[in-house]
């Protein structure tokens, strides 16, 4: 994340037999192994990467105990392993030296604070999920630092790399990228900020890097704005907000996103992976900032959001010696300043057209994301029905499913037809519905009117679903039911066909409750409000010559999602089956 190489070891290539603290640096002794002398640099309090460790450390203690990491202290120390074991043996056996770790620790905390494994909730201190991820992703990280180079330099910062690697190829099944959001606003989160900003700042101004956070900073949210001012339709689907994200809330919560802060305060400040002239160092923060809003223009889910901001960097830093080449002529000092400026060739007109070029692409990339379908759900694997988001115009989501269904249902409490060839639906005695806490703390308007309303709906769909099963009516299936929950209804039905017998389906019910649920994989996306219905299900089997063949009873236990948990709407179907979905804290 941060600087990995902020005050590189002072004693690595120096004589042996100098034991002296160099002024300034890191105090160096000498260690006599094999007849070798080896020098053993110790850590030093002026060094840029214990202030940066020293942040880190505090806002990981605050995850663990206030912030709701879903993160483990295991986790953690396996990627601080990782990291300093292999920055101690390459220096070891390649640079005769004996070193405190300090840039092997600061990737590894560093990428324990970014990645995380879906399944790990807060609280399991000593979860050793995806144990393998975090040593290989760091392993990675290390790897790119010393076999990557170029001018004696590494390219990459040597976590981010890994980061967005590890994002791209085992995609939201495995991993996750630290939320944008924590907490909401409160006296934890005040302090949060705090630590952020203070700290970010105050090393920034100790590394003559402030002029490319401020850049970064400024950029970011001047290009934000510029992508979702004319395309506020572009939306976001995040764990913790019950509706997506579209434009000036958006921006907002980008802009003042804690994790941004991390990103623009300690990740993309690297002092070895910037130019090092003052004014190529802020071309560069305002380059990551207009990359990072290109490649985030077509996505929709925090994941991808966040993968691709974490990629800008990525991209910056390959470019960054090019950039240096380009920018050589206006960095020249004194007198010849002005003659130089007025003399840059060709320089100065291509870089403007290439950046008005990018500056331009800005909404047609946000833009992008408006004609693609979205996951309803924000499940991550792509198995849930897909509707493209739209933002203050037009139906709700599948409003062609309400608008037809409330022409032929019975509103609630009611048992007669609503017109001489309308259904009846008699559905059974449905108990008070309990509300668990988190639901009502992830979206307050669940309230106990908006929960009953849900549970009659869920009732009621499973009786319509009971009926076309029982007249073999695919048709009448797609009223209680859309997506993939009208597949798994479609499916009984179609083997019932096939096997030439009709099936009845009656409820009893004795609980039912709201439940929060996370998403399938990916615990990022959006979380799941569903309804659990406990109690008994009947099953009558009838032949083709509707004689019955056998009645059995069971325990029914089970969790299902609404299209549309608005209580306002006619109508909800189905759209998917929770039952075994892990339950979210």
């Excluded at 941060?2 to 690595?12: E, K, R």
């Excluded at 295991?74 to 840039?103: H, N, R």
């Excluded at 400040?269 to 190529?280: G, I, K, Q």
């Amino acid at each position: 994340m941060a600087s990995t190489d902020a005050a590189p070891p002072q004693g690595i290539g120096i004589p042996a037999d100098s034991s002296r603290a160099h002024p300034g640096g890191p105090r160096r002794r000498t260690v006599l192994i094999r007849g070798r002398a080896y020098p053993v640099i110790l850590p030093s309090l002026r060094d840029p990467r214990l202030h940066v460790a020293a942040v880190l450390l505090t806002l990981q203690v605050l995850g663990q105990t206030v912030l709701g990491f879903r993160l483990s202290i295991a986790q953690i120390l396996a990627c601080l392993a990782a990291g300093a074991l292999i920055e101690f043996v390459v220096t070891f056996f390649k640079d005769k030296a004996i070193i405190w770790p300090a840039s092997g620790l600061l990737t590894g905390n560093s990428t324990a604070f970014i990645l995380r494994v879906p399944g790990t909730l807060h609280g399991q201190w000593w979860s050793t999920r995806g144990i393998w991820i975090f040593i290989g992703v760091v392993a990675l990280g290390m790897a790119s630092k010393y076999l990557i180079r170029w001018k004696g330099r590494h390219i990459f910062n040597p976590s981010n790399v890994a980061l967005v690697i590890a994002f791209v190829v085992l995609g939201p099944k495995y991993t996750e990228p630290l939320d944008l959001w924590w907490i909401p606003m409160g006296p934890w989160m005040i302090v949060t900020y705090a630590i952020l900003i203070i700290g970010g700042l105050l090393i920034a101004w100790e590394l003559r890097l402030l002029g490319l956070v401020l850049g970064f900073m400024v950029a970011f949210a001047a290009f934000t704005a510029l992508a979702l001012a004319p395309v506020p339709d572009h939306c976001m689907v995040a764990s913790w907000h019950v509706t997506p994200m579209c434009g000036q809330d958006l921006w907002q919560i980008l802009v003042t996103s804690p994790e941004i802060l991390i990103f623009a305060l300690f990740m993309v400040p690297d002092p070895r992976t910037v130019p090092e002239s003052p004014l190529a160092r802020v071309v560069f923060g305002i380059g990551v900032a207009l990359l990072a809003v290109l490649l985030l223009g077509p996505t929709t889910l925090e994941f991808w959001t966040k993968t691709a901001i974490l990629a800008s960097l990525v991209i910056a830093c390959a470019m960054r010696f090019a950039l240096v080449s380009f920018l050589a002529p206006f960095q020249v000092d004194g007198v010849r300043r002005a003659r130089d400026f007025f003399h840059f060739g060709w320089r100065l007109p291509v870089g403007f057209a290439v950046a008005m070029l990018f500056v331009g692409s800005i909404p047609v990339a946000a833009d992008l994301s408006t004609h693609g379908p979205q996951a309803a759900a924000g499940l991550a694997d792509g198995s849930t029905p897909t509707v493209t988001l739209a933002a203050g115009t037009g139906p709700s989501i599948a409003g062609w499913v309400s608008d037809s269904g409330s022409t032929a249902l019975p509103p609630s409490g009611t048992s007669g037809p609503g017109s001489a060839s309308a259904r009846v639906w008699i559905l059974p005695a449905i108990p008070s519905v309990s509300i668990d806490s988190n639901v009502t703390s992830f979206d307050p308007s669940m309230t106990p009117q908006a929960a009953a309303r849900m549970a009659h709906d869920m009732v009621l769909d499973l009786i319509i679903e009971s009926e076309a099963r029982r007249a073999h009516d695919l048709k009448l299936a797609e009223s209680g039911a859309s997506g993939d929950g009208l597949k798994e209804f479609v499916e009984v039905i179609n083997q019932d066909i096939a096997d030439g017998k009709s099936i009845t389906k009656t409820y009893s019910f004795d609980r039912v409750s709201l439940r929060l649920y996370l998403p399938k994989f990916s615990s990022q996306a959006a979380r799941l409000v569903g309804v659990s219905l406990h109690g008994t299900a009947t099953f009558t089997t009838r032949d083709a010559s509707g004689n019955v063949v056998s009645q059995t009873s069971s325990v029914y236990a089970k969790s299902w999602g609404l299209q549309d948990n608005h209580p306002t709407n006619p109508s909800n179907p189905i759209i998917n089956d929770y039952t075994d979905l892990a339950a979210a804290p």
